[in-house]
């Protein structure tokens, strides 16, 4: 089968449609664009510095490029460089797959006052992301709110000793950050009681060998409910008094946010709870980790999932599809999305009339600046040869120069 | 020899790694390579060699590809007596408690059933230096030169 394929975005689920789709359709031409100059999306700039053997799963992706024949470009930002209806001219098919990295905010009074951050912002900076913002002050008693695995990602990360950091590819400024951060209270807030959090029980266990820090666990009360929450209430109840570290790790649910208050930064958080008592929390700080949305800056999500003519199937509209988390919103691990998208890999294929005449990524060559798959091996190669101790990677965080190098030698398409 | 390389899967690592394995002995041996997922207990052979290729998900449990086949394993404990395998396990270390108890578990309801384990079962760390390549090909020259002796096959 021949078609001309545009996958938008390099991240887990762009790859994993790239993957069966030329699993099953070799002679496919696909295209995979990126508004990075470096692949993997999430998987560099989303999975935390100290989980290399989930980010290990670029090894796979990188197949993708290298055996199976897809193309990967970089650094295009699809709405400024080039416009979707460009695209869908030149292309079979295009799907969106560029994910949702807006970070979801409270909605509640106070939530724009200064030392409130969004998670998925911070998690960028502590990635060395080239547009993330730098990171912030955060004080002795920062807040999180969130009950879910990202939340549990930057509890542990700030948790850590630079011993427990080894390993990691975090960098010498976000560890210089957390090195410097004088936290004496890490409290960690949710909604929902207890054994509905929406922790992985696998990722609490790794917060009992932190050696920091004393858990505290609060708000746990025998609860009748079924045996994925009874293991969810082992855990929590497990982590209660480790590990006699200075610091205090405090865990607090059931409670529902009602306003942050402060003169212009941040000072407070108030709360209620079940019995609809007010709850207030002094901090210095509040991370919100409440999930994701689209940013709608580039790429009008939200309206052309409204528009959508079958969003189940991830059909947009007439040879226009949508993946991953900007299909289905910010639910589901990396793996749920390889299901999805060898789904939707049938779906394109069922569907596929493809058109000779479409002149594929020849309309991107009026674009600048573009990088391919041999550029990022030369990035990954000048990351990875000489890390500092204790680092497995340098990551190199300017834009500019991650193209530099991935020019360096060769051609560029 | 023949040999069917099976592999338990959740994020696709395993069944790359699956498919290294069938590419680096399909010139010397007739190999093929199939999802467990696409496997039952009954079509196990006792003229064939099984490598086993399986992680761990969630909380130290098989992957999800892996699931029906140690159901079915568990639910019908069949008769497995004559089948000689050999299993190979990915995990990560960052889970210390579970690592690689999604092959460990795999292997013990095939000897449950009656399955020859041959060679030991060899865990590889994604959180390590080691790439599961460099690990897996020795790993399966040397079980497949006990198959040979196993199975009565001149090398």
Redesign the interface.
């Known amino acids: 089968m021949t078609g001309k394929i545009c996958i938008i975005g390099a991240g887990p689920s762009g790859c994993?449609l790239a993957?069966a789709l030329l699993k099953s359709a070799p002679g496919l031409e696909v295209d995979v664009i990126d508004a990075l100059p470096v692949p993997f999306g999430l998987v560099r700039y989303g999975v935390a510095a100290?989980?290399?053997?989930?980010k290990?799963?670029a090894?796979?992706f990188a197949?993708i490029f290298e055996r199976q024949g897809a193309r990967f470009l970089g650094n295009i930002c699809v709405g400024r460089d080039i416009t979707l209806t460009q695209l869908q001219a030149a292309y079979d098919v295009v799907v969106l797959a560029a994910g949702l990295s807006g970070d979801r905010r409270l909605g509640i009074s106070g939530d724009t006052l200064s030392g409130v951050y969004g998670a998925g912002s911070l998690t960028r900076a502590l990635n060395e992301h080239p547009d993330a913002p730098p990171l912030p002050v955060l004080g002795p008693r920062p807040l999180i709110i969130g009950n879910g695995n990202v939340a549990l990602d930057i509890l542990r990360l700030l948790a850590k000793t630079q011993a427990e950091l080894e390993?990691s590819d975090l960098g010498p400024g976000p560890s210089q950050w957390l090195a410097q951060n004088r936290i004496d209270h890490l409290t960690i807030v949710g909604r929902a009681a207890p054994e509905r959090a929406k922790f992985?029980?696998?990722m609490l266990?790794?917060l009992a060998?932190l050696s920091d820090v004393t858990i505290q666990m609060n708000d746990i009360a025998p609860s009748a409910t079924d045996a994925d929450g009874e293991?969810l209430l082992q855990s929590l109840t497990g982590l209660d008094g480790k590990s006699d570290g200075p610091r205090q790790l405090i865990f607090r649910f059931g409670l529902t946010p009602l306003a942050l208050t402060g003169d212009t930064h941040v000072r407070a958080a108030h709360f209620s709870n079940a019995a609809q008592q007010q709850v207030d929390i002094p901090c210095s700080s509040v991370i919100t980790a409440i999930g994701f949305e689209a940013q709608n800056d580039w790429l009008p999500r939200d309206a052309l999932i409204q528009s959508a003519a079958d969003l189940s199937s991830g059909r947009l509209g007439p040879r226009l599809y949508a993946a991953g988390w900007f299909r289905r919103g910010p639910r589901g691990t990396?793996?749920e999305h390889?299901?999805d998208a060898q789904i939707l890999a049938r779906t394109i294929l069922a569907d596929l009339d493809p058109d000779a005449g479409r002149a594929g990524r020849r309309a991107l060559g009026q674009i600048k600046q573009v990088t391919d798959f041999d550029g990022w091996l030369r990035i990954d190669a000048a990351e990875t040869q000489s890390p500092p101790t204790g680092r497995c990677r340098s990551k190199i965080s300017s834009r500019l120069r991650m193209v530099q190098i991935a020019q360096q030698e060769g051609t560029r398409q | 020899m023949k040999i069917t390389i099976l592999y338990g899967t959740?994020?696709?690592?395993a069944e790359?790694l699956a498919e290294d394995i069938q590419a680096e002995f399909e010139a010397a041996h007739d190999v093929n390579c199939q999802n467990l997922s696409e496997t039952s207990p009954d079509d196990l052979a006792p003229d064939r060699f099984y490598l086993l290729v399986c992680s761990t998900?969630?909380?130290?449990d098989l992957p999800?590809s892996a699931q029906p086949f140690g159901a079915a394993l568990t639910k019908a404990q069949p008769d497995l007596s004559q089948v000689h395998f050999a299993i190979f396990g990915l995990g990560?270390?960052?889970?210390?408690?579970?690592f690689n108890h999604g092959p460990q578990k795999l292997a013990t309801l095939m000897t449950a059933c009656g399955a020859i384990q041959l060679g030991p079962r060899i865990a590889h760390?994604?959180?390590g230096a080691d790439?599961a390549e460099d690990l897996a090909m020795p790993w399966a020259s040397a079980v497949i030169a006990l198959a040979q002796t196993a199975l009565g096959i001149p090398a």
């Open positions: 994993f993957q100290d989980h290399q053997g989930t290990a799963i090894r796979q197949r390993g992985d029980t696998v266990k790794e060998k293991k990396i793996p390889r299901t | 959740e994020t696709g690592n790359m998900y969630g909380d130290g999800a990560d270390s960052e889970y210390d408690e579970t760390d994604a959180s790439l």
